[in-house]
């Protein structure tokens, strides 16, 4: 019997993407060759509930080295030998090909049993115009707002990088375009062609899927512009019937897949992250200070994160806050600011901003670092800034910072001494650091529910430290915990003073 995989069976409109280039004199190799798929069978140690991530759209990609950065290119892979090359599959076929030869369990066997339909809402090229600048070239449908989508499509700063990837919002919908730079000789086109693909759907969360199709449709538009047929082909099987009204289509996780996510102390919309080493080399690129954007992200404030092109990796630094704050118990967070990321945004995207509450975001246009009022906190490379006197406080690390970042690190030493003593290579980094912060939040949150249920409702130095938290270093961010998730009938002991 053939495994199935996560990826879509091949239809009419998919094409086996090619290994070429752009171009042959474009930059260096593009970001998606270490970033198809992460182990598909991966599973957690010391305890860690096993759980798969999803594989991307083509052949799987072992784990990844860390760059010298950590996170400054995207991952690479290692010197696993490689999955045997896709073969085409008739469109009538229900099979479909395995992620990794060496996987004997199916993803619907580990993964939660939580599927969404595929939604395309819209299929689009935008191009660059030596006059006009960036503009919409062709989309279906022809009566879809786009407005603004060219800026998305591709980001300020493009033209220094040969290929890219961005998610992005568009009113109530998520997209994710691939953007390429192929060179020409041509005087009207000034030496370079430059195009972006991209789609439209109600949710992020299986974007992923199409990176490969994408890919391959931006080379196929610079190579042969106005050949639109697959395009029209893929919108045709995957558009969405969406309810007619259009309102409140932004999706996350639908609430029904909450019992099922924490068996398994994941949340679908974990699924969005296909490459391998995405959530280790964000964490390793901040180092310690991780746990300064944790506590950030835990507090649901509004953070923008600036990066030159390439926009794709900082897309999965928005991913990665994310994932910082998941928490999975029942009630909690119901009434705190949902922690909405919006991806990459431009100056279009002021306006929206102004009206959140808590979000996260990367940029590559550096002005929005003088709109002050927009963000909580400003990330500019390794550098969280924020102009709030209230929060400059919480980027001091305390000593449980440090000894959490330490105790992460040796799990993260273990893991990989595993994978090198016993072979194990489905192992995840990415299982271990997800459930390092998901079990930490629920620490937090099961002790303040236990001291809010007992008989003297106070928080005194050792139910802090029962949270994971020091009791002096920690104490403003408890007192904003607090607030902002309602937790307003607890006391706090006099003995939790500033150090």
Same mark, same amino acid.
Request: with cysteine; glycine share 6%; hydrophobic share 35%.
């Given at each position: 019997?053939?495994?199935?995989?996560?990826?879509?069976?091949?239809?009419?409109?998919?094409?086996?993407?090619?290994?070429?280039k752009?171009g042959? *004199?474009?930059?260096?190799?593009?970001?998606?060759?270490?970033?198809?798929s992460?182990?598909?069978?991966?599973?957690?140690t010391?305890?860690?509930?096993g759980?798969?991530?999803?594989?991307?759209?083509?052949?799987?990609a072992?784990?990844?080295?860390?760059?010298?950065d *950590?996170?400054?290119?995207? /991952?690479a892979?290692?010197?696993?030998?490689?999955?045997?090359?896709?073969?085409?599959?008739?469109?009538?076929k229900?099979?479909?090909?395995?992620?990794?030869g060496?996987?004997?369990v199916? =993803?619907?066997?580990?993964?939660?049993?939580? $599927?969404?339909?595929?939604?395309?809402?819209?299929v689009?090229?935008?191009?660059?115009?030596?006059?006009?600048?960036n503009?919409?070239?062709?989309? =279906?449908?022809?009566?879809?707002?786009?407005?603004?989508?060219?800026?998305k499509?591709i980001?300020?700063g493009?033209?220094?990088?040969?290929?890219?990837?961005?998610?992005?919002?568009?009113?109530?919908?998520?997209g994710?375009?691939?953007?390429a730079?192929?060179?020409?000789?041509?005087?009207?086109?000034?030496?370079?062609r430059m195009?972006?693909?991209g789609?439209?759907?109600?949710?992020?969360?299986?974007?992923?899927r199409?990176?490969?199709?994408?890919?391959?449709?931006?080379?196929?538009?610079?190579?042969?512009?106005?050949h639109?047929?697959?395009?029209?082909?893929?919108?045709?099987?995957?558009?969405?019937?969406?309810?007619?009204s259009?309102?409140?289509?932004?999706i996350?996780?639908?609430?029904?897949?909450?019992?099922a996510?924490?068996?398994?102390?994941?949340?679908?919309?974990?699924? &969005?992250?296909?490459?391998?080493?995405?959530?280790?080399?964000?964490i390793?690129?901040? *180092?310690?200070?991780?746990?300064?954007?944790?506590?950030?992200?835990?507090?649901r404030?509004?953070?923008?994160?600036?990066?030159?092109?390439?926009?794709?990796?900082?897309?999965?630094?928005?991913? *990665?806050?994310?994932?910082?704050? !998941?928490?999975?118990?029942?009630g909690?967070?119901?009434?705190?600011?949902?922690?909405?990321?919006?991806?990459?945004?431009?100056?279009?995207?002021?306006?929206?901003?102004?009206?959140?509450?808590?979000?996260?975001a990367?940029?590559? $246009?550096? &002005?929005?670092?003088?709109?002050?009022?927009?963000?909580?906190?400003?990330?500019?490379?390794?550098?969280?800034?924020?102009?709030?006197?209230? =929060?400059? /406080?919480?980027?001091? =690390?305390?000593?449980?910072?440090?000894?959490?970042?330490?105790?992460?690190?040796?799990?993260r030493?273990?893991?990989?001494?595993?994978?090198?003593? !016993?072979?194990?290579?489905?192992s995840? $980094?990415?299982?271990?650091?997800?459930?390092?912060?998901?079990?930490q939040?629920?620490?937090?949150f099961?002790?303040?529910?236990?001291?809010?249920g007992?008989?003297?409702?106070?928080?005194?130095?050792?139910?802090?430290?029962?949270?994971?938290?020091?009791p002096?270093?920690?104490?403003?961010?408890l007192?904003?915990?607090?607030?902002?998730?309602?937790?307003?009938?607890?006391?706090?002991?006099?003995?939790?003073?500033?150090?």
């Open positions: 019997m053939v495994e199935r995989s996560d990826r879509a069976p091949l239809l009419d409109w998919e094409e086996i993407p090619s290994t070429e752009p042959d *004199g474009a930059p260096a190799a593009s970001p998606a060759e270490g970033r198809q992460s182990p598909s069978g991966s599973r957690g010391a305890g860690c509930a759980f798969g991530w999803s594989s991307g759209p083509e052949d799987a072992p784990p990844c080295r860390s760059e010298a *950590g996170c400054s290119a995207p /991952p892979t290692s010197g696993a030998p490689p999955a045997a090359p896709e073969r085409e599959l008739p469109p009538d229900e099979e479909r090909l395995s992620d990794s060496a996987r004997e199916s =993803l619907e066997d580990r993964m939660v049993k939580w $599927e969404e339909k595929d939604q395309i809402v819209s689009f090229v935008v191009t660059f115009n030596t006059r006009t600048g503009m919409l070239e062709w989309c =279906l449908p022809k009566d879809m707002d786009l407005e603004g989508v060219e800026f499509a980001a300020s493009s033209h220094r990088v040969s290929t890219d990837f961005i998610y992005f919002r568009k009113g109530h919908y998520f994710l375009a691939c953007f730079n192929m060179p020409v000789e041509s005087t009207e086109e000034r030496g370079a195009k972006s693909v789609i439209l759907s109600p949710s992020y969360t299986l974007l992923y199409y990176m490969s199709f994408l890919e391959h449709q931006v080379r196929l538009q610079l190579q042969s512009p106005g639109y047929s697959p395009l029209e082909a893929f919108y045709e099987d995957k558009r969405a019937l969406l309810p007619p259009g309102q409140d289509v932004v996350a996780f639908p609430a029904n897949a909450w019992g996510a924490i068996n398994h102390s994941m949340h679908p919309e974990m699924k &969005i992250t296909h490459p391998a080493g995405c959530m280790s080399q964000f390793r690129f901040f *180092g310690e200070h991780i746990m300064v954007l944790w506590k950030l992200a835990l507090l404030r509004r953070i923008l994160i600036f990066s030159p092109p390439p926009v794709g990796v900082v897309c999965y630094r928005v991913y *990665g806050c994310c994932c910082l704050a !998941n928490i999975s118990i029942p909690v967070g119901v009434a705190v600011p949902e922690f909405r990321p919006f991806f990459y945004v431009n100056v279009a995207d002021i306006s929206a901003l102004e009206n959140e509450l808590s979000y996260v990367c940029t590559t $246009e550096k &002005i929005f670092e003088e709109k002050k009022d927009l963000y909580d906190v400003y990330v500019d490379n390794q550098n969280v800034k924020t102009y709030r006197d209230g =929060l400059k /406080p919480l980027l001091r =690390l305390s000593t449980a910072d440090k000894e959490k970042y330490r105790k992460l690190t040796e799990q030493q273990m893991l990989l001494y595993s994978q090198e003593e !016993n072979g194990d290579c489905v995840s $980094e990415e299982d271990l650091f997800i459930l390092f912060f998901l079990e939040n629920n620490r937090i099961q002790t303040l529910s236990e001291v809010a007992s008989p003297d409702p106070t928080v005194t130095q050792d139910s802090v430290r029962a949270m994971g938290l020091d002096h270093g920690d104490r403003l961010f007192l904003h915990l607090l607030e902002i998730y309602g937790y307003d009938s607890l006391l706090v002991s006099e003995q939790l003073c500033c150090s």
